[in-house]
């Protein structure tokens, strides 16, 4: 009985150890657990903290590398104003849809159909039917010479404003040369676009080309491209069939008998040339033909005030001067007219003509008695010093300009 009792008490005791034991070992893992946590945010936190370090210190280096090795830019220098111009315009220059449509909506009223046949305003095809530009709202409106070749047949013209009504246009002069002719319509109640100086016309600047041949602008024609070469010389003849060479803006818009005559136009809206398909056809890889903005409106002031061919004009403002060393007597240019003769056969203020065809400059008439007896096309050679450099400069005349 009693060494039961023993028995009892001795495994009474190894169970209290066993529970104690595994008491101990509970705190022990859980205080385990704890440190292992500890130590693993610890961890953490350190790689972290060591990771921003590294990042901070790579990129002070290479902003500091990149400072250095940085190309400076100029404020005042012609690559920084390029630069900051071609951003500026990046977005309006885009090829953006909605653009063009909101460009072409405000322009198409500015443009007629133009045609000898009133019956083909109301057809589909594109042939005999022209694009007219509104060039002031006076009436007169600058069309292909297609349109007056036949001084005969009478022309006629539907707008887009009032498309069930067509108007008989009069003809107030040609031009075969550059290939255009002014008319007029009284009463028309037309406003002109928009036009902007050519002479800031810059190669690969984002244009559109716009036709409305049928006087009705939901069956206009619309292009899209780029300015392909800004002063490129083709080769045209005179009413005399004589060949000469007509300065005007190339472009890769595509050209066509449906938008002959219209308007090439930049992202602003602004009408920088007039699509000429006549200049356009002696081009080759889809390139087309525009007469520059300036020479449209050179053209019609100068059929307004005469309503004859063009005269020819040297474009050039000074007096003669007689105390040139070794020389004697010659031109002083002071002042050159845009897109003239003279500014395009390169002279420039402070130039000196010397001789025009070897004729020497003489008195203040000299240039523009000799010019009078020369043609619009003719190739003159002009001798002029620069400085102290003598230069021959062979020039095609080009028409009057009336201001």
């Not at 899209?224 to 472009?251: L, Q, W």
């Amino acid at each position: 009985m009693e060494e039961n009792k023993n028995l009892d008490k001795e495994n009474k005791v190894e169970q209290d150890v066993l529970k104690e034991q595994t008491r101990t070992g509970e705190i022990r893992y859980r205080q385990d657990q704890r440190s292992r946590i500890r130590g693993g945010v610890l961890q953490f936190v350190s790689l972290s903290v060591l990771v921003v370090l590294i990042s901070f210190l790579t990129a002070t280096f290479v902003a500091r590398r990149i400072h250095s090795d940085a190309f400076v830019i100029d404020d005042n220098s012609d690559f920084a104003q390029v630069l900051r111009k071609s951003l500026d315009n990046f977005e309006s220059s885009f090829y953006d849809r909605t653009k063009i449509r909101e460009v072409y909506a405000n322009l198409s009223t500015s443009l007629v159909g133009v045609t000898n046949n009133p019956e083909l305003f109301y057809e589909d095809a594109y042939d005999n039917v022209y694009t007219g530009v509104v060039m002031n709202v006076q009436g007169y409106i600058l069309v292909p010479y297609g349109a007056v070749e036949n001084e005969e047949e009478t022309v006629y013209v539907r707008t887009d404003r009032d498309n069930d009504r067509i108007y008989q246009a009069e003809v107030i002069g040609r031009d075969v040369t550059i290939g255009v002719a002014l008319i007029r319509v009284e009463n028309i109640g037309l406003r002109p676009p928009k036009f902007s100086d050519s002479t800031t016309v810059r190669t690969a600047q984002s244009v559109i080309a716009m036709g409305n041949p049928f006087g009705e602008s939901d069956r206009g024609t619309v292009t899209f491209g780029v300015i392909s070469t800004v002063n490129k010389a083709f080769h045209t003849t005179t009413y005399d069939e004589r060949e000469v060479k007509v300065y005007a803006i190339e472009t890769d818009a595509i050209l066509n008998h449906g938008n002959n005559g219209g308007v090439l136009v930049n992202m602003e809206g602004e009408v920088v040339g007039i699509n000429s398909l006549r200049l356009t056809e002696g081009l080759q890889s889809g390139l087309g033909a525009a007469i520059t903005s300036n020479e449209a409106r050179s053209i019609t002031r100068a059929f307004i005030n005469t309503g004859e061919e063009l005269l020819p004009f040297i474009g050039i403002f000074g007096d003669v001067i007689t105390d040139i060393p070794d020389i004697g007597t010659g031109f002083y240019v002071q002042r050159i007219a845009p897109e003239g003769t003279a500014d395009r056969a390169g002279l420039r203020p402070t130039d000196i003509i010397l001789s025009i065809d070897g004729n020497p400059i003489e008195t203040s008439t000299t240039l523009d008695d000799y010019i009078k007896t020369k043609k619009v096309g003719d190739v003159v050679k002009i001798r002029y010093q620069r400085v102290d450099e003598i230069i021959e400069v062979d020039a095609t005349l080009y028409g009057t300009a009336v201001d």
